[in-house]
């Protein structure tokens, strides 16, 4: 079996290394300086990132053609180098040169788990991501507003010396939101502004809208976007499969919807819905919510503990408006008995009235 080296354990001077790895995400690049180039993204079997690029363009469409995304490869006989800025593409201060002599070899695909590098919204807000990195994240929430297209100055863009025509791109802002409420606005840019809008003409509010970033910038808390898109480097997924995180989040986000909907239903009944009515869709929403709780991603104990106690209020109060409505039949029938008996009173005091008038009347004949 192969002595396979990590990515976050590949130095400079391991010429003869052997990676398995991957590929994320490709894309062209073109620079001022530099022309054009062909980058990609790849991850280990550990969830470590790392930015590769071809060191000469001649040979961009080889590794484009033995390089796909999606599949897993073998790479040897590369080299690394360390990158000086702090601004850069992944965690890692490296990154992988794949030269002429780089050999690529297929390799069989790895079934494991995965993990993404989330960050918590709240990080954001209180400027702790900021302020300690300065390579793309991960992000998953649910979109609560899109906006319209937009032009934005994006100071990323190459351009000449010569060149003074503005650095402007297209661009769509949207709302991001976690499970706990926190906000985040984000920012997509050019192509992808472009990718995304079309896919929220097509899946926006259709289903859960809840949707992945990954690979993106956080860029300021104070300001009117927090978190835009790397350009090559970054996607989006609306209800991707195959993350565990996304499956828990996904359990939660249920959970409380199920939660905000039926409290919406105790409070503000539809009209003409009927006690029963009620009961029976909370019945069969706590049906799905006890099958919720049954599945092993979902590990929040306060969620489920909340749930329940959820479910149980539910039900207590639809029984409770049940015995109002049984108390008020009753009631009105009470009611009505009396106000019946009350008319036969007044009937056998009119008939007695009469029978008095008439022994009167015999009377005096």
Known sequence: MANFERLAMVTPNGDDSMIRV??????STLDVENGEGLSFLVVDDEGTRMHAFVQHFADAKRFKRLLQKGDWFTITG?????????????KQRKEIVLKRNTEVGVSELFNGFIPLDLVPFQDVKNGTVHDGTSYTRDF????SSVSDFGLTVDDSMPRNIHNYDPKTTGSIDF?????????????AKGILAVL??????CYGETGTN?????????????GPIQVEDEEGISTFEYDPPGHHEVVHFTNIFNVFSFSIRASLMIAQPVKHTTKRQVKIEVLLQGRKLREL????DLQNGDARAQSRQLQRSILLVTEEDEEDERRSVNARSIKEKEEDEGDDRILVEREDVAMISRNKIGKKR
């Open 196 to 201: 995304f809008k079309r896919n929220w003409l």
């Open 78 to 90: 590369f080299s690394v180098v360390i990158v000086r800025n702090e601004i850069r593409m992944t």
């Open 210 to 222: 809840i949707c992945l970033l990954t690979n993106w910038r956080v860029v300021g808390r104070d």
């Open 140 to 143: 998953l929430g649910v979109i």
């Open 293 to 296: 709780r049954g599945l092993p």
């Open 175 to 187: 709302v991001l939101e976690d499970n706990d409420g926190n906000h985040l606005n984000c920012r």
């Open 22 to 27: 991957r590929v994320e995400n490709v894309w």
